[in-house]
């Protein structure tokens, strides 16, 4: 069964203090892995899409990174601005169902 | 961009009435989704359709019916609403060849 775990649960950083945000999948073959970004009260917005492993995608100050089992999003230099819900999705090549993690809360402190 | 519309940001509905949610996009994309979420859940696929007229169940359909007549247009149905049906619902697209979905602002349904 697919399955997406993201850890940690929340996480709260300083200003200008990077970290990574984990996302642990299974899938029996991977069409595609996502980040969304959802504020609160609003709908996921998207940011990335992984293919396969090695790959990587940059966004001002976030980068994706994907390997078989896992995919990480890192955050260099975060703003207070960059607080909210990270979630990481999965969709497996055997048709339209997109996994969804629970997500990681980011809180950025100025 | 995508542009994915909700008809609905809030609605306070009561127990037993009929509630129809309705999501438009505008980029022509086939497939459309419905989702609902909930604090502790994350995001439970209720219903998704890849085509017009076509709608296939999700995980959690029980207590939901869909519409789509149109391509832009998929419209969610609580037949009759109960208390356990307050939620985040969310409306999604995505195009054939791009798996990516993109959502709209959601609609906070709320019934008493």
């Known amino acids: 069964e697919d399955q997406v775990t993201q850890s940690p649960e929340a996480l709260r950083l300083q200003e200008g203090e990077s970290s990574s945000l984990n996302c642990s999948y299974t899938v029996s073959g991977l069409r595609g892995l996502f980040w969304y970004r959802q504020d609160p009260g609003k709908g996921p917005e998207f940011l990335f899409t992984?293919?396969?492993a090695g790959e990587e995608k940059e966004k001002e100050r976030l980068k994706a990174t994907l390997t078989k089992k896992e995919s990480f999003l890192h955050i260099t230099a975060p703003k207070p601005e960059d607080s909210a819900t990270y979630l990481c999705a999965v969709q497996d090549t055997g048709g339209f169902k997109t996994i969804f993690g629970a997500g990681t809360r980011l809180f950025v402190k100025a | 961009d995508v542009k994915v519309t909700q008809s609905s940001r809030y609605l306070v509905k009561r127990t037993g009435e009929k509630v129809f949610l309705e999501c438009v996009q505008d980029m022509d994309h086939e497939n459309m989704f419905w989702y609902r979420q909930d604090p502790g859940l994350g995001l439970r696929l209720i219903y998704f359709?890849?085509?017009?007229?076509?709608?296939e169940k999700g995980d959690i359909p029980e207590g939901y019916s869909v519409s789509r007549e149109k391509k832009e247009r998929f419209s969610l149905i609580l037949e009759s609403a109960s208390t356990n049906q307050t939620s985040m619902y969310l409306c999604?697209?995505?195009?054939?060849?791009?798996?990516?979905?993109?959502f709209g602002p959601g609609t906070r349904l709320l019934v008493l």
């Open positions: 992984l293919y396969s």
């Open positions: 359709s890849y085509d017009v007229k076509m709608k």
């Open positions: 999604a697209t995505s195009g054939v060849g791009s798996p990516e979905q993109y």
